[in-house]
């Protein structure tokens, strides 16, 4: 799966993602995918419930398919796919509220990549 594989994946999972990635492209011309994982974040922030506790009804099956797609980034992914789930994603989403609501809905290879402390 290369970058470009896994954005498109994330863009059917989520129509939210999709109008970010276009936007994303009048923006920059082409993908960038460790910026683009910055509108993923933020989405994944905008479906969850306001008191931090897990996705609203409404966003779960969204949510549900974006971290699929991660977790097969993950998985299946080349190298950059691989090192963007890593660090744009997972590394960056560490200092984000909703991170201990999803953690416990990540894939296996997704949630290996949190930092220690936050792996329990």
Excluded: W, Y
């Amino acid at each position: 799966m290369s970058n470009r594989d896994l954005a498109e994946s994330l863009c059917t999972a989520s129509k939210a993602l999709a109008e970010a990635r276009s936007a994303h492209l009048t923006k920059f011309g082409t993908l960038i995918p460790h910026v683009f994982m910055g509108d993923v974040r933020e989405r994944l922030g905008a479906c969850m419930r306001a008191n931090g506790t897990g996705p609203r009804t409404r966003n779960a099956v969204e949510v549900a398919a974006i971290l699929a797609s991660l977790e097969s980034g993950m998985a299946s992914g080349d190298r950059e796919t691989r090192n963007v789930v890593a660090f744009s994603f997972v590394g960056s989403a560490q200092s984000e509220a909703f991170l201990a609501a999803i953690e416990p809905l990540l894939g296996p290879k997704v949630r290996a990549q949190l930092a220690p402390e936050e792996a329990s």
